[in-house]
Structure formats: structure tokens, C-alpha cells
DNA sequence: TATTGTTATACTCTATAACTATA
DNA sequence: TATAGTTATAGAGTATAACAATA
């Protein structure tokens, strides 16, 4: 019953990039499982989240942190915003932004979501030691580009 | 002209799961930038090189070992077929399975993009020492389910 | 001129589910 | 009954590019 499979010949997982992608889509698989929502429920439950310790912050600066397209994360701020889980607002400083709160409707959402997601985190360094785990976070906190060194990759590129 | 911006309050990466997530697509970018490619050159070269490590493979196993769903590999082999990088047959053994084999083509194909493929690795482990990089490869692979313990949550889940 | 956000399009990948043909 | 693959549809995310309002 097990789907156990023919061994496959891979050299992929001598390649970093390859492991961290597997590994990714295999945690990530077993959080959303364990966590029983969906890709996009914990996308809003993070948005919340950040915004519970954020108030008021742009939503540009939000995607950034994020790795959200500008794009897409005007459509989910159009969702949370039609569901009335955040209010909008436009700042006199700075007339071309926007910044984001949560309402209490908003409250509410994320603490029924957000010890679901806990639990799904929970499910991710399943195999490792704590002190494991730990070292882990440390390599690839050290693996990610610092904010500042990253502006240009991230979005538009324009040339009218 | 570096978009600085104002510092987020934020745990996450305190989280391992949204950390390896982040770091993820952080270093996916550096290398799809570096390689010159898209995600789906990436993911045809991908395959192109486990056809020619594991001929004859068939491809649902190809589909379980990358955590790619039946439905979509279906489709990337039907594109992959159409260009004539790959021969599909059935085997007599199992009349309902489809085994793939690399053409000349495809041999072709590989040998172009695959070059391209080991310099964008190249920029994965960015701001880690070679041991610091080998240590994180252990760790990740320890993090993933083991091949044999993966099935139910991977595909389907029928009741009919 | 550059930046913030918006709109729109196309493509990739995921998630389901129903279907076929084999086993 | 279960498995391998196919088809189809919906949702999420990415990649682009053009645009308006503001800086």
C-alpha cells in the first residue's frame, strides 16, 4: 500500500538550490496538512499576523518582506479589505501610499487562525533535534539576502 | 536608490517553516537571475537531466521523487513530447504506465540548458562558507520525509 | 523622473475530482 | 478494488507591462 518506488538515480540533492526547493515543498506540504488549511488562508494569516505587530504599515513595504509581488498583493489586500478584515488608509505624508490596520473583524480572524498555523509549524522540523533545528534556522538566516542589498531583483525593471 | 525600507516587526523567522519558505524564494531568485532561465526552462532542464540519469523511468515515479502532482506532469511531458525531447512507451509489463526516454533532441536540449542550470546554483549558497553549505545540505535532507514514509499526503485521497 | 499602487494578461504550479484502461 | 495516467476546472502565485497619482 505504501508507494514505495523504484529507487530513481538523482544527483539533485548534492545541488543546494534542488534540496532547499524539495524541502521546502515537503515541509511545506505537511504544515499545510497538519495545520488543515489552505495556501491561501495562511497567506491572509500572515498578513494578519504582521499586521497585528505592524499597524499601519504600507503594504509595499509588507510585499517586500514578504517576497509578494506589488501586484498580487494589491489583490489580497482587495480581499481583506472586501471581507472587512483590515482598513485602508492614505497617509498626508505620503499621498501615493497606502497603510493597513486591522479591524477588529481582522482580530478575530487571526486568532482563530493563527494557533492553527502554529500547529503546522510544529510539524515542520520534524526529524531534527531542537539544537538541529536551531542550526538550521541560523545557516539559512545567514543564506538569505539582507534587506538593503535587495531592491532590483525584486520587482519591475522599466524601460519605457 | 536601494529600497531601503522602514524595518517590519515581525517573528516569523523565529518559525522554520516560514523561514525555510523565505529562504527558498529568496535563493530561487538568485538563481533563475543568474541562470538566465524561467521556472519552467528549469524545470524541463530538470527532468531532461533525471531522463538521462534514469532512462526508461516512468513517470509518475519521476513526478513522486520531484513532488510534482500526476495531473501537471502529464502536461509537462505532453509539452516535452511535442517537442520531440522525449519518446514515451508503454511497457509490456504494465500496460498502464508510460516510461520516458530522452531523444537526441532532448540530449541536445539538455546539453544547452544544463550549463546554465550549474551557474545559477553556483549562486545559491551566497554568504556561506563550503562547510557552513554542506552542513545546511545535511540538515535539509534530514528535514525531508524519506521516500517510502511519503504517499497518502502526496496525491489523491479518493472516495468515491 | 522615480515611486506607490492599480489594472490586465499570460503562464506556472497546486488542488480536486471524475474518468479510462489496465492490474 | 486499486493503480497509472488523463482530462478539466478553480485557485494561487509569478512575470510583465502599461497606467495614474504623487513625490
Do not use: C, Y
Not at 514505495?4 to 538515480?9: F, T
Not at 515537503?26 to 505592524?54: I, K, P, V, W, Y
Not at 503594504?59 to 489583490?75: C, F, S, W, Y
Request: avoid cysteine; proline fraction near 6%; charge should be neutral.
Amino acid at each position: 500500500m505504501t508507494t514505495d518506488d523504484a529507487p530513481v538515480r538523482s544527483d539533485l540533492d548534492g545541488h543546494l538550490g534542488f534540496l532547499l526547493r524539495l524541502a521546502q515543498v515537503d515541509a511545506f506540504g505537511r504544515f499545510l496538512t497538519r495545520a488543515a488549511m489552505s495556501q491561501g488562508q495562511l497567506t491572509e494569516a500572515t498578513l494578519l499576523h504582521l499586521l497585528r505587530l505592524n499597524p499601519g504599515i504600507r503594504q509595499g513595504v509588507l510585499a517586500r518582506h514578504l517576497r509578494i509581488k506589488r501586484a498580487h498583493m494589491t489583490k489580497i489586500v482587495q480581499g481583506l479589505d472586501g471581507r472587512r478584515l483590515v482598513d485602508l488608509a492614505i497617509p498626508a505624508e505620503d499621498r501615493r501610499s497606502v497603510t493597513l490596520t486591522l479591524t477588529p473583524t481582522g482580530e478575530a480572524a487571526l486568532d482563530a487562525l493563527w494557533p492553527r498555523v502554529l500547529r503546522g509549524e510544529a510539524e515542520v522540523p520534524q526529524g531534527l533535534t531542537p539544537e538541529e533545528s536551531e542550526l538550521l534556522r541560523r545557516l539559512l538566516q545567514k543564506l538569505m539576502t539582507p534587506p538593503g542589498a535587495r531592491d532590483q531583483a525584486q520587482d519591475d525593471g522599466h524601460e519605457p
